[in-house]
DNA sequence: ACAGCTATACCGGCTGGACGGTATACATTT
DNA sequence: AAATGTATACCGTCCAGCCGGTATAGCTGT
């Protein structure tokens, strides 16, 4: 009894996966059908071209960093700065039970297959992250602070995807904190 | 008079002129080609595989950060904090006359084909990376908040590698206020 | 001073394989 | 029997790399 879109599932998985392991030029139809164990026909009656394909992996990607944001969101009793909290910990926090790095595995390599293919394939993302970041900016503190925030998480998860050498797990602590107090420390409004 | 080396320069620039327009998938070696005014034949003299193009422009990507970072330091009569602040320049500031952001750009065709085709082409990239690294955390006040200044100063150039929407030009002005601030307002050492 | 030789720089056609996409047949469920 | 899902065979195109050339400059012995 499987699911009905659990073959869509296994291959934006196998995308993900071959991306990984031989680069966005190595993202073959045929390599995906192959990992995904379906023929090449089942994979294109569920993605009818190589675009759709790459659009269903950042189209899931957005779903999930949406979802997380908003329980995060959901889960945080203080008002002020959860967003800037939720956005440390979905972009910066380090592998968690439950899911554990595979959404950042699969943020990976989606944006690095749509770089590759073509840049507008990025835009539905950008959208999103427009918009978290001004409500970022809105929600506590004062702007700059917040936006510096906000960028030391960004170089946490973007310097991953070129797995550029991350910090030591205690220079990470440490600096997680720091962005802790500063998005806690400090309310908006009335000093 | 055309030095020796001139048709390699013109066929690493065609290469990244041809990432930027047409993507790492777009990056044929008739496109390069072409795009540099040189045959198929010439091009595959110069650079006897696609790889080893590669190669050449993430090689020249490494000596124009390298020798960018050397005349910074020489340049900043304070010792201390001058990694930090080289840093800072060279990947967050904005356009600069002379060279404006060619460089820029050639990074980010570079990083974009490299990781598209093979992630240890960045190898080398990430040696440099590492070292200049160290010499930040150690030239310069609490090292927690040099590392926060640098990965303030990644996400700034990282995110324009997919055109993640930058910051107005006043927040990006009072960031870079901000972590000039931070690395020049402490010393190191005795208190 | 020039014939012969070699190295450097560049040219463009060719090929074998891979890739995206189509067509169509087969299977399973409803 | 219609709809849905999966499989196989095939087509046209594109591409990396190869190869046989050309042109020019520099060297060398005579």
């Given at each position: 009894m499987k699911g009905k879109t659990d073959t869509r599932k296994k291959i934006l998985d196998a995308a993900s996966a071959v991306v990984l392991s031989r680069g966005a030029t190595g993202l073959t139809l045929d390599q995906v059908a192959k990992e995904a164990g379906v023929s090449k026909g089942g994979l294109l009656y569920h993605f009818p071209s190589k675009e759709a394909l790459l659009r269903g992996m950042i189209e899931?990607?957005?779903?999930?960093f949406e979802s997380s944001m908003v329980d995060r969101i959901a889960q945080d009793?203080?008002?002020n700065g959860r967003y800037l909290r939720a956005y440390i910990s979905e972009a910066a926090a380090p592998p968690e039970p439950g899911s554990p790095q595979e959404r950042r595995k699969r943020l990976q390599s989606a944006?690095?297959?749509?770089?590759?293919v073509d840049n507008r394939l990025l835009d539905p993302l950008r959208e999103r992250y427009k918009l978290y970041q001004e409500f970022v900016e809105k929600d506590v503190i004062d702007s700059v602070e917040a936006t510096i925030v906000?960028?030391?998480?960004?170089?946490m998860w973007l310097s991953s995807l070129f797995d550029i050498p991350t910090l030591t797990e205690e220079m990470q602590t440490?600096?997680?904190?720091?962005?802790e107090k500063i998005s806690s420390g400090r309310r908006k409004g009335k000093p």
């Open positions: 899931r990607v957005i779903a999930d009793p203080e008002e944006l690095i297959a749509a770089v590759a906000r960028l030391v998480a960004d170089a440490k600096v997680l904190n720091h962005l």
